[in-house]
């Protein structure tokens, strides 16, 4: 039963745990298509600072590019932590679960070695009963052979007596 408990403890984590990946491969997917964006309106400012004739507005592009290259990683940093803390909170989860589990099994566990203490000093008391009922039998027993040995001793008595008052 315990087992059982425990399995399905763990299938209801992994459905969490499951319903957290797509969660997470949403978020995923969102951040690598604003990357995409990002990639292309790179691909567009190259391509315009090309078109370009003159060399100050090439800088000035250029200048651009850098500041959304810096944007760029940036957004890429953010992205990165927004992961790194979301597989945080997926594993402080899964530790308070575990901890839960863990709080639950040793409580059960409690239970059942205060079942089985009962249970041995029940035990206890039974051979106890059992040993004294033998012996009140033992003794029983012995007080039904006396009585035998007086029936026999008197039957003989008395047949010894008839035996005499023949004669």
């Known amino acids: 039963k315990l087992a059982q408990e425990i399995f399905d403890l763990r299938s209801e984590t ?13 978020k995923q997917l969102a951040l690598e298509t ?5 990639d292309a309106l790179s691909q567009a400012i190259s391509d315009r600072e090309n ?6 507005e090439a800088f000035s592009l ?15 940093h953010r992205k990165e932590i927004s992961s790194l803390q979301l597989e945080i ?11 839960q589990q863990t ?5 059960k566990v409690s239970t059942l070695q205060d079942k ?14 059992l040993d004294d009922s033998q012996f009140q039998n033992r003794c029983a027993n ?18 010894q007596l008839r035996s005499d008052q023949q004669k």
């Open 51 to 56: 078109q370009l004739e003159t060399r100050e």
């Open 142 to 159: 012995e007080e039904i052979e006396r009585k035998k040995h007086e029936i026999n001793l008197a039957q003989r008595l008395i047949d």
């Open 14 to 26: 992994e459905k969490r745990m499951e319903v957290r990946r797509q969660e997470y491969d949403r």
């Open 62 to 76: 250029r200048i651009q590019q850098t500041e959304r290259n810096e944007i760029q990683k940036e957004h890429q």
């Open 116 to 129: 089985i203490q009962s249970h041995e000093q029940l035990n206890v008391e039974l051979h106890q009963q």
């Open 34 to 38: 604003q990357q995409s964006l990002l």
């Open 103 to 107: 709080t639950n099994v040793q409580g």
């Open 89 to 99: 909170n997926r594993i402080q989860l899964l530790l308070d679960e575990q901890i």
